[in-house]
């Protein structure tokens, strides 16, 4: 592409049309402290330096795989077979990247119609699209399909969301007319954090958003708060962060879920330093036109012969920008791709199997936590994830074990805020072992003491 430079007069013309007085107008949102921060790198190195430098930067770090890890609050470390990796590099996988030619795009087209089935059945939805960027995006887009629908703009989200996809919510929405109510987080009474959810529905709310599994790991009954939800002729939007959890709790359609958000990333994908993730989107078929991204079906070509399409793809790309669905120009291919490789090896015998392995391993961690002077668990009813109260600030706890190569949590200050500071939220999969959580177990006696 040919460099086209502009005059100031042309850079001036534009500024005056969009209705701004300088070009830093556009970079108003940018806190100023990373936009044009102080950055102390070393001088020029050769290639062999560079590596050795930036390689014991990384050393530096803790990998999950170093130690006794209980990490969670949206990410989760399981083990994703060899296999997954193997067969994510096959040729009839890796066709056309963005499949606008069905005819020489089937490897790919038949894989998203297959993650769909798997995502539409996990969710007991009747509908789910080709993926999003990530669960916090959908979450954002649910909220933006739930006032296409309802034809208002107040939604609710409620405390058990996690505040990152709140926050990217309101990021979202910080443009258009919607207008975004968070309710407060009960870490140490759901029922009550529940029940002021249903409290604050009203004629005006589009949607509401409530997270099942909690980011505290709460499990709740959302029955009450879906007939609710109905009665005002609202949405219910679940979102799901632990995709094991499909394995172990009812489904949130089954609940009376209108749209299902989450993260894929437990099933097939590793952590990955936080990304990149798999996000579901799954809804019933009375709204699939308002559903965003891209939907693949299944159809028969002039000879008879099955095959798949892109059925629905209402993006900006595809039609008059105003008329879109959304602006998420893509699906998560490559991971979508992984998490249905890897559900396909558990099968719905094996995801329940491993969801009950999880939740057994929890109950233990929770067990052993219950046993450490100072140490109370709020969690009743749980899956994956446990939210304690410790006896002084959890971030210097955190802290100190991570100095004895112990990963143990999320302080509660980072989600939550100072109100927060003592509560801990700690994760265990299939892949903590005894000796993790004996290790957390004596870590903590020694910090608290």
């Avoid at 067969?87 to 066709?95: A, K, M, S």
């Avoid at 099933?267 to 579901?280: A, C, D, H, K, S």
């Avoid at 700690?426 to 290790?439: G, W």
């Amino acid at each position: 592409m040919r460099y086209l430079p502009l005059s100031g007069d042309d850079r001036q013309q534009m500024l005056e049309k969009i209705g701004a007085k300088s070009v830093d107008d556009l970079f108003v949102d940018i806190p100023a402290s990373v936009l044009n921060p102080d950055i102390d790198l070393p001088d020029h190195k050769s290639e062999m330096q560079v590596e050795r430098y930036l390689g014991a930067m990384a050393r530096q770090n803790i990998a999950a795989s170093d130690g006794p890890f209980f990490l969670g609050a949206g990410a989760y470390k399981h083990h994703v077979p060899a296999s997954v990796d193997h067969l994510i590099q096959r040729g009839e996988f890796l066709t056309a990247y963005t499949p606008y030619q069905p005819e020489i795009a089937q490897g790919s087209l038949q894989t998203v119609f297959e993650f769909q089935s798997q995502v539409a059945a996990l969710t007991g939805m009747d509908v789910a699209n080709a993926s999003m960027y990530d669960g916090s995006t959908g979450c954002a887009e649910a909220v933006l399909m739930a006032r296409r629908v309802t034809r208002r703009n107040k939604a609710l989200i409620a405390g058990s969301v996690h505040p990152h996809y709140r926050a990217v919510t309101e990021t979202t929405t910080q443009f258009t007319d919607d207008d975004i109510v968070g309710l407060e987080a009960i870490p140490a009474d759901p029922n009550a954090e529940l029940q002021a959810v249903i409290n604050a529905v009203d004629d005006q709310t589009s949607c509401v958003v409530i997270q099942n599994p909690g980011v505290c790991g709460h499990i709740l009954d959302l029955s009450e708060l879906a007939e609710t939800c109905h009665a005002h002729k609202a949405l219910m939007v679940v979102v799901v962060t632990e995709a094991y959890s499909f394995g172990a709790v009812k489904s949130p359609g089954e609940m009376g879920a209108d749209i299902v958000v989450g993260e894929g990333q437990s099933i097939g994908n590793g952590l990955n330093f936080g990304g990149p993730y798999v996000g579901l989107f799954a809804t019933r078929q009375k709204y699939v036109r308002n559903m965003p991204g891209r939907l693949c079906g299944e159809t028969v070509d002039a000879d008879g012969n099955r095959g798949f399409v892109l059925t629905l793809s209402t993006r900006e790309q595809h039609i008059r920008r105003e008329k879109a669905t959304s602006n998420i120009c893509t699906n998560a291919g490559l991971c979508a791709l992984a998490f249905t490789i890897h559900m396909t090896l558990m099968g719905e015998k094996g995801l329940k199997a491993l969801a009950m392995t999880n939740h057994e391993r929890t109950c233990k961690l929770r067990d052993a936590l219950a046993s450490v002077d100072g140490v109370t668990v709020l969690n009743k009813h749980f899956f994956n994830e446990l939210a304690v109260t410790l006896p002084m600030n959890a971030n210097d706890v955190v802290e100190t074990l991570a100095g004895q190569g112990i990963l143990a949590g999320v302080p509660g200050g980072r989600l939550f805020g100072a109100s927060q500071s003592n509560l801990l939220l700690v994760a265990a999969t299939e892949c903590t072992t005894d000796e993790d959580i004996d290790a957390l177990v004596s870590g903590l006696k020694g910090a608290l003491s």
